[in-house]
């Protein structure tokens, strides 16, 4: 049976559904059942961030999987070890403890209880268009009333602030506040950078109210943004930091990352779950993030966005349906001022597979393997799909 029928009978409703059955991938490419080919810009929101099947992953992988697939936390396991000793090893100076998770949404869950545990406090302060995932906790911490509003009541304790105004901050953190939790570009919300100085001022207002940093990387990190991780670009580190998306190379996984007398304020029990520190999970992990390091991907990242930037630019310039771009190195965003389904159901038919943030804005978070050809080519072909909806909406 087709398996769009099958997953539209039998499957989840939540899911916005494009009408593609992806079969399989390599690098920056997908292919349908059909054998027709597409440039993945979307990468399953950057999951793919080490290209789709990178071979240095399925390697890992496999060897993993003929020698040990499960294995409790209860016990000591050799590749789980490595995977924590890499991780630690690209991350920021003085984040050297870990706890693992299978999720993005799981590791924004476990910073909270850091944040509440380590400091004593309750309070949380959080982003508006912050976005953290979809679990009750994380929930709590995401802006978007469309996400939250249907399963209230919430976490107690968040508060929102305005995102890239260190004053808004300044006038509710106190001593009450475990922590503040913000990604450093925010994703979901259309790829909003914040003004220049912003992340050292709540970085510093954190400090003076002896409140935690979590810095939300999962979308971020990883060298999407033309450095490791995104805080770099600000020299800011958190006490917190969460990773997700690309961590496994594709695999599920997650990890928070955060100073040693954060992690060691957990008592025994307090946070475990069954499958964190899956030995399969962690040699993808230990796979990608040493293609990461040794292939200079942050730096490819860089160039790419270079690319990704100026094509953008031109478009925006050249049509007056673009409202305007944004974006810091391959996490980019085009918004319109118009809706966008017509315009990505275009571009996959094209051959160009694109995310997209709420109603009028194209998202590109391409694999940072995709090459300056593919970049161009993805280029023109949302140049083409633009031109073709402005024409349609002028007449
Ligand atoms: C995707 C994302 C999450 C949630 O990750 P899931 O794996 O979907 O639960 C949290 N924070 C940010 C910044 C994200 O981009």
């Given at each position: 049976m087709d398996p769009a029928l099958v997953e539209q009978k039998h499957?989840?409703?939540s899911f916005q559904k494009f009408p593609l059955t992806v079969a399989r991938g390599s690098g920056a490419t997908v292919w349908d059942e059909e054998g027709r080919e597409y440039l993945d810009f979307m990468a399953g929101y950057g999951v793919a961030i080490v290209g789709h099947s990178n071979p240095s992953v399925v390697r890992a992988i496999s060897a993993q999987a003929a020698q040990l697939i499960t294995c409790h936390g209860s016990f000591y396991n050799r590749a789980r070890s490595e995977f924590i000793e890499t991780l630690v090893s690209v991350?920021?100076?003085?984040?050297?403890r870990v706890v693992l998770t299978n999720s993005g949404t799981e590791s924004v869950e476990a910073a909270i209880k850091l944040a509440r545990r380590r400091s004593g406090r309750q309070k949380i302060i959080s982003m508006k268009g912050g976005f953290h995932g979809k679990t009750f906790g994380a929930l709590s911490a995401t802006w978007n009333p469309k996400y939250r509003e249907p399963f209230s009541p919430l976490v107690p304790g968040f508060e929102f602030v305005e995102f890239g105004d260190a004053q808004a901050l300044e006038a509710v953190i106190g001593p009450d506040v475990a922590a503040v939790i913000a990604e450093p570009v925010q994703g979901e919300s259309g790829v909003v950078v914040p003004p220049e100085d912003y992340l050292k001022a709540v970085r510093e207002a954190c400090d003076r109210a002896g409140s935690l940093l979590i810095l939300d990387e999962i979308q971020t990190g990883l060298g999407r943004t033309g450095k490791m991780w995104a805080s770099e670009h600000w020299g800011v580190v958190p006490d917190i930091m969460t990773v997700s998306k690309g961590l496994g190379g594709g695999v599920p996984i997650g990890a928070v990352v955060a100073l040693g007398d954060v992690v060691s304020s957990l008592q025994k029990g307090e946070h475990t779950s069954t499958?964190?520190?899956?030995p399969l999970a962690c040699a993808a992990g230990t796979a990608t993030l040493e293609f990461i390091r040794d292939n200079g991907l942050p730096e490819a990242a860089e160039r790419g966005g270079t690319v990704l930037a100026a094509g953008l630019k031109a478009i925006t310039e050249s049509h007056r349906l673009v409202r305007e771009t944004r974006g810091l190195g391959m996490m980019r965003a085009l918004q319109l001022r118009v809706e966008i389904p017509r315009v990505l159901e275009r571009a996959i038919s094209e051959g160009l597979i694109l995310a997209y943030s709420g109603r009028d804005t194209l998202r590109l978070l391409p694999p940072l393997v995709a090459s300056e050809e593919q970049l161009r080519r993805g280029l023109s072909v949302i140049e083409k799909v633009v031109a073709e909806e402005e024409l349609a909406r002028t007449g």
């Open positions: 499957g989840s409703s991350s920021p100076k003085g984040l050297d499958f964190a520190g899956n």
